[in-house]
């Protein structure tokens, strides 16, 4: 931005050739660019986003007149998303901006209204309504839509109930602290609530000065927020995760378990914190970082669980089946890495089955593999969990690449299946003999 003018380029700092050639760079690493906008629109003559927004006469009115706010780049005029001509506007603006540099996305912050000034206060909800920055949401999903026809990625700080069919949201100006790592899990369960899934808190902490340990333990639970972002003001110390050993370490072992079905996430929240106390419903739980760990209960129950500094709790369930891919700089780049299964249960529903503790049977039924097959997406390694121990060693009867060991609660064998080459697009039947 010029002087904190949405739309504009920063002539010295930032130039538009140079921000081609950038952003250039990153579409050929597979990498994306979002740039922020703020809704208040600069008062300033050469500003030409403003005059457009003075003769389309999009700007909110109080008494009617064009009500004067002051956000970063000053006094500034409002668009009113109520007003249907503001979509014609404000999606010609996203569109110009966009012809002169292929943004993937837009953040919207300071959507509240946020405000350095105060106005008088009248008893009216037509002055107020609850609802209006969503419209704001809206527009823009609206334009971006229109511009890429494709589905748009926006972030908006604003949110009402709903919003999440147009934005992600994260919960805004949280602080470097023990407490609001606690409570960004109850931020983001509430959001799933009103409507939002793709939501996430400041990973570290935004206000004030995070430290290695906190971003350590903030990073471990952060790598299973929906939307999962490091984000600080630009007055604190520097975060990035990898300035500390420690904090790298965590969100590389972390970061690839994100979106998965039937875990159980269980983070320190305390600073200083080696163990963590854990609710485990009814069933066997297993260790995604050990195999060979397992929680096992007939009732659910409270456990103490060792947490070291370098690590994160993470058990999947039975009866759950994890398709999992490999790690890569970028999501783009995972997509094209080889698939694994993971099976964990006792008596696994969906496609694999115990056949009376002698075999396991891994089944694939495709409904629709065109994708797949395009893709090449290959499955490399299947590994089963939560098999009932046998009374003799599991023995390697018609897979070459069986690898077998067992569970430390001595009452599980795990069996791992590798070097496969199955594509995924094609129906398969996998019949593992375990002894």
């Not at 994306?32 to 030409?48: A, H, L, Q, R």
Request: charged fraction near 20%; proline fraction near 5%.
């Amino acid at each position: 931005m010029d002087a904190y003018k949405d739309f504009t380029f920063d002539p010295i700092n930032f130039p538009i050739e140079r921000m081609k050639n950038f952003v250039d760079t990153l579409h050929q690493n597979g990498q994306k660019y979002v740039p922020i906008v703020d809704p208040g629109i600069g008062i300033n003559d050469t500003y030409e986003t403003y005059p457009r927004g003075l003769k389309a006469d999009v700007y909110i009115k109080r008494n009617g007149t064009n009500y004067l706010g002051k956000v970063w780049p000053g006094p500034v005029y409002l668009p009113d998303f109520l007003n249907p001509t503001t979509q014609d506007f404000w999606g010609g603006e996203i569109k110009l901006f966009r012809d002169l540099l292929p943004v993937d996305g837009i953040w919207l912050d300071m959507n509240e209204l946020a405000n350095f000034i105060a106005s008088p206060i009248e008893n009216s909800t037509l002055d107020n309504p609850p609802y209006k920055i969503t419209h704001e949401s809206k527009a823009t999903n609206k334009a971006l839509t229109n511009i890429t026809g494709k589905r748009p990625f926006i972030l908006s700080r604003s949110t009402f109930v709903s919003s999440g069919k147009y934005v992600a949201h994260w919960t805004g100006d949280n602080a470097a602290s023990w407490n609001d790592l606690a409570y960004s899990i109850r931020a983001i369960l509430n959001s799933g609530i009103f409507g939002i899934p793709m939501v996430g808190a400041d990973i570290c902490g935004f206000l004030g000065s995070t430290n290695e340990e906190l971003c350590r333990r903030w990073t471990q639970l952060g790598a299973f927020y929906p939307f999962a972002r490091d984000h600080s003001d630009k007055n604190s110390n520097r975060q990035e995760l990898y300035l500390w050993d420690s904090v790298a370490d965590s969100a590389k072992k972390v970061l690839g378990l994100r979106y998965r079905k039937g875990v159980l996430v269980s983070p320190v929240l305390k600073s200083g914190a080696t163990t963590v106390d854990t609710y485990f419903p009814k069933g066997n739980w297993f260790d995604l970082f050990n195999f060979s760990n397992s929680v096992n209960g007939e009732s659910g129950k409270n456990v103490t669980l060792d947490a070291p500094s370098d690590h994160i709790n993470v058990h999947v369930g039975e009866g759950n089946i994890l398709a999992m891919q490999g790690e890569a700089m970028t999501t783009e780049a995972a997509r094209n890495t080889t698939f694994q299964l993971d099976i964990a249960g006792t008596l696994v529903s969906f496609n694999a089955t115990l056949l009376n503790t002698t075999s396991v049977l891994v089944t694939s039924k495709v409904t629709n593999g065109a994708f797949a097959l395009d893709k090449k997406w290959i499955l490399e390694k299947v590994t089963v969990l939560g098999i009932p121990k046998q009374s003799k060693n599991l023995a390697r009867k018609n897979l070459k690449f069986v690898k077998t060991q067992n569970d430390t609660s001595s009452q599980f064998d795990i069996v791992e299946v590798s070097k496969l080459s199955q594509l995924i697009g094609e129906d398969f039947k996998m019949d593992i003999k375990i002894r």
